[in-house]
């Protein structure tokens, strides 16, 4: 692989946020990418975004899909390798957090985040990783800067972000030689990630940090840097920070 190769990528998370900003930089470097969430109408307008500034050979497919639905997951997979040839890139990004203290968080809501934020990538992992074997391709994991530390009130999404780093581990350790890894662990970021919290107290005391955070562009920079590195070497793990921090 060199860094003039294009890739096609398959993305989850990709209706808003990082997930997005992901598909437009990807998009306009000329990349293929399957792009998937549960929200059809704003994985459109992503779309239209991406398509307006795509570069050379550059292309967007939408599908809506629900990560924890495992047969509609494979489906979108199985489109994604019929539609492109194959696939060289796998981006399990989409994910959650509910902010509370232990002793008053609903299970619920402990449940959703180890679904969706382990769960959800292990099924696209599982889904996806013939294919990247194939193509000696590479994962390229959403963490935090929570998937090596544990901070208040979000112990839960801190350890399901553990889980995301320890995946990618694993995936360097067990596919060495097969398929590359990388995990990105981001600080604050500004996107409505905050705003899934109940607490109202809570988010009255994040909702500044978060809006001081990285732009999701920022995020989506280090997801090219990752794959443009191949061929040159394997970025494993990359931690950025807001200015603040």
Not at 11 to 37: D, E, M, P, R
């Amino acid at each position: 692989m060199t860094t003039r190769r294009k890739y096609t990528v398959f993305l989850t998370g990709a209706s808003s946020g990082i997930g997005a900003a992901i598909a437009k930089q990807l998009v306009a470097h000329g990349h293929q990418v399957f792009a998937t969430a549960r929200r059809s109408d704003a994985l459109a307008a992503v779309a239209k975004d991406a398509e307006k500034n795509a570069g050379q050979g550059g292309r967007i497919i939408t599908h809506a899909m629900d990560v924890l639905d495992r047969a509609a997951h494979a489906e979108a997979v199985e489109r994604c390798t019929a539609e492109f040839g194959g696939m060289d890139v796998t981006i399990p990004n989409a994910g959650l957090g509910i902010f509370s203290p232990l002793d008053k968080a609903e299970l619920v809501d402990w449940m959703t985040m180890v679904d969706v934020n382990i769960k959800g990538v292990l099924t696209t992992l599982h889904l996806c990783l013939p294919h990247l074997i194939k193509s000696q391709g590479l994962v390229i994991n959403i963490g935090s800067v929570a998937s090596r530390n544990v901070f208040p009130n979000s112990g839960v999404y801190c350890a399901t972000k553990h889980a995301v780093l320890a995946l990618g581990e694993a995936i360097r350790q067990d596919l060495k030689d097969k398929v590359a890894s990388t995990t990105i662990c981001p600080g604050a970021v500004d996107t409505a990630f905050i705003e899934q919290t109940k607490d109202a107290a809570l988010l009255d005391q994040y909702r500044p940090g978060f809006k001081k955070g990285m732009q999701p562009e920022f995020v989506a920079r280090q997801v090219l840097n990752a794959i443009d590195a191949r061929g040159h070497g394997i970025v494993s793990d990359i931690t950025i920070r807001p200015d603040f921090l």
